[in-house]
């Protein structure tokens, strides 16, 4: 899914808003955060505890934990008595209906109320979830779903469950921006484009446990992608009795994952309780995840990490400097995702202009953005569409097929812009609209470029600032000249990258086409040859900087404290993120 934030400045797809955890132990297993955190230790302390023994009375402890936060806390942010954790989501999900979601926000809630037929475990390995075994060859997978594994209303998930559930998300009707991810499944993409009727996707319950997908084409990764939450399963008879609103609040929806929603105020609270007809309860520990408060404040949530209403904060440049005085140890987690200036490419609308994308490119200086504007350790200037910890052939992608050399050339960007005036016939030209979130860092972000842009280039620029949900409308509708955007990784090869920008993907909000570019694409999906997929997906890098179709402005990272009692959370680029299912809290 696309990597949308609150705390940051991107919107596209898979919204990376959304509270942070801990990381979990370094690997290198398909995520590669094993990168981010090998040397650095993952588990920091935020502040020092004093040593206190067993016998403290409550009235102790509760002194304890006030003059550890800060003196207003009263200890709310982990409580062992109902093993309950409590937190804050920067944004509302804006889509808990697994064949429509898009985003961070919602994947993370869906990662820990539904499960598919596998997981990520804790050191980011794919284990089996609802399917126990299964076979992949180059034209097949079949998977053997265990006979334990249940829905919340105690009936049991069945092949039925995931073969409705796909043929939901490929159906056109559907307008799942997320079908593309099915394609891989035999006739995937001609029914999702209407042209194969719904009955002739390659997925076949062969009976209640045993579930065969033909594939389209051998895939070397098929296993990672069953684990994405476009492929969970969906209980028909329960979606076809929502009249059209499944997702829409906690009795909306069915759940076979580890937790279930319990108490849903839109746009306030979230709150989930442990499922007890899931299958593996007892590797739970958590009996309920409240995220009692909804903001994309990060002073407010810091305020409220520091009254003890919160386990974990996130920081940016400004709290950052206050967690520094505070003298708290930090944690660190970079979460694979890119982020960039979108342009739209539409032919109505002034960004079509190459001259004038290129002219923009040649001012825009992502060195300058992370290092004097964001000011936040873990973020790294943006190059590439591709991030550094993807794997190539024998290393990582990036040092085998580096980025195109970018240099700031305020001279050649008039030279362009010139051009673009006399193709365009416009002088001077009308201001471009500049789609933004609408938070402390996308408004920092987007009031620099705009400057940027006028002090270099003489454009205006108009920002049009919109919450979470409504700019990914706007951006799926188009309404932008250029938009502040971001990419997460779905799956664990540099493809959930590369093919971001195929003509046929619909999380490509900028409409850019372009054959070449497909056809490399084509080349990343059908070959399993190593050397040639990577050869693809550099020629698509050269392709994105050459043609301007996005400018990278950086690689995120993200600076947190957390409550010192909140033990097994897992970090992850790939997967549910943050993952509580093996939180635990430790005595005090």
Same mark, same amino acid.
């Given at each position: 899914m696309s990597t949308t934030s609150s705390d940051s400045a991107g919107a596209s797809g898979r919204a990376v808003a959304g509270a942070v955890g801990i990381a979990g132990a370094p690997t290198d297993q398909g995520s590669g955060k094993g990168i981010a955190w090998l040397g650095e230790g993952s588990q920091l302390f935020i502040l020092s505890v004093l040593g206190i023994g067993a016998f403290v009375l409550l009235m102790m402890l509760l002194s304890f934990v006030s003059e550890m936060f800060g003196g207003g806390g009263a200890g709310e942010a982990v409580d062992p008595g109902t093993g309950t954790i409590t937190l804050a989501l920067s944004t509302e999900p804006p889509q808990l209906d697994s064949t429509r979601a898009t985003d961070m926000v919602s994947g993370q809630?869906?990662?820990? *109320?539904?499960?598919?037929? #596998?997981?990520? +475990?804790?050191?980011?390995?794919? #284990?089996?979830? #609802? @399917?126990?075994?299964w076979e992949i060859d180059e034209s097949e997978a079949v998977f053997h779903l265990r006979d334990d594994s249940r829905w919340s209303d105690g009936t049991p998930v069945t092949a039925h469950d995931f073969v409705f559930a796909w043929r939901t998300a490929v159906e056109p009707e559907t307008a799942s921006e997320y079908a593309f991810i099915l394609y891989p499944i035999k006739n995937a993409r001609a029914v999702n484009e209407g042209d194969l009727p719904v009955t002739a996707l390659g997925a076949t319950a062969v009976d209640d446990h045993t579930l065969a997908v033909q594939l389209e084409r051998p895939i070397g990764y098929f296993d990672k992608l069953v684990a994405f939450p476009?492929?969970?399963?969906?209980?028909q008879d329960f979606y076809e009795g929502r009249d059209g609103r499944y997702g829409a609040d906690p009795e909306d929806l069915l759940y076979n994952g580890p937790f279930a929603i319990e108490r849903w105020v839109h746009g306030a609270q979230l709150r989930m309780t442990r499922n007890d007809e899931y299958w593996a309860r007892d590797r739970i520990h958590l009996n309920a995840i409240d995220y009692a408060y909804i903001t994309s404040d990060v002073n407010a949530t810091l305020n409220l990490f520091k009254d003890g209403k919160v386990a974990i904060a996130s920081l940016d440049a400004e709290t950052l400097h206050d967690a520094l005085e505070q003298r708290w140890k930090l944690e660190r987690f970079n979460d694979g995702s890119v982020f960039f200036i979108e342009f739209n490419h539409r032919p109505e609308r002034l960004t079509h202009n190459r001259n004038l994308r290129k002219a923009i490119q040649l001012v825009v200086d992502p060195a300058e953005l992370v290092y004097k504007v964001i000011k936040l350790p873990?973020?790294?200037p943006g190059e590439s569409l591709f991030p550094v910890w993807l794997k190539g052939v024998n290393g990582y992608f990036r040092q085998e097929y580096p980025a195109p050399e970018h240099r700031v050339d305020i001279a050649r960007a008039h030279d362009y812009l010139t051009r673009a005036r006399q193709e365009l016939g416009? +002088? &001077?030209l009308p201001p471009l609209i500049f789609l933004s979130g609408d938070n402390p860092a996308a408004n920092k972000q987007s009031e620099y470029f705009q400057e940027v842009f006028a002090s270099r280039l003489g454009l205006e620029v108009k920002? +049009?600032? %919109?919450?979470?949900? %409504?700019?990914? @409308?706007?951006?799926t509708a188009g309404e932008f000249d250029m938009v502040l955007a971001g990419w997460g990784p779905d799956y664990a090869d540099p493809l959930t990258f590369g093919d971001l920008f195929a003509s046929w993907n619909k999380n490509n909000r900028g409409a850019y086409v372009n054959p070449e570019l497909d056809a490399w694409v084509e080349v990343a999906q059908s070959s399993l040859v190593p050397e040639e997929r990577m050869q693809a997906f550099d020629e698509i890098q050269k392709i994105i900087y050459d043609d301007a179709v996005i400018l990278p402005n950086y690689e995120r990272g993200s600076v947190f404290v957390r409550n010192p009692r909140l033990k097994g959370v *897992?970090?992850? @680029? *790939?997967?549910? +993120? &943050?993952?509580y299912t093996g939180a635990y809290i430790a005595d005090g």
């Open positions: 809630i869906l990662g820990h *109320v539904m499960e598919g037929l #596998v997981r990520y +475990d804790e050191f980011n390995r794919i #284990v089996p979830g #609802v @399917a126990e075994r476009t492929y969970y399963p969906i209980k873990g973020n790294t416009l +002088d &001077p920002i +049009d600032r %919109q919450i979470f949900k %409504q700019r990914l @409308a706007k951006m *897992v970090r992850r @680029a *790939v997967g549910t +993120d &943050p993952d």
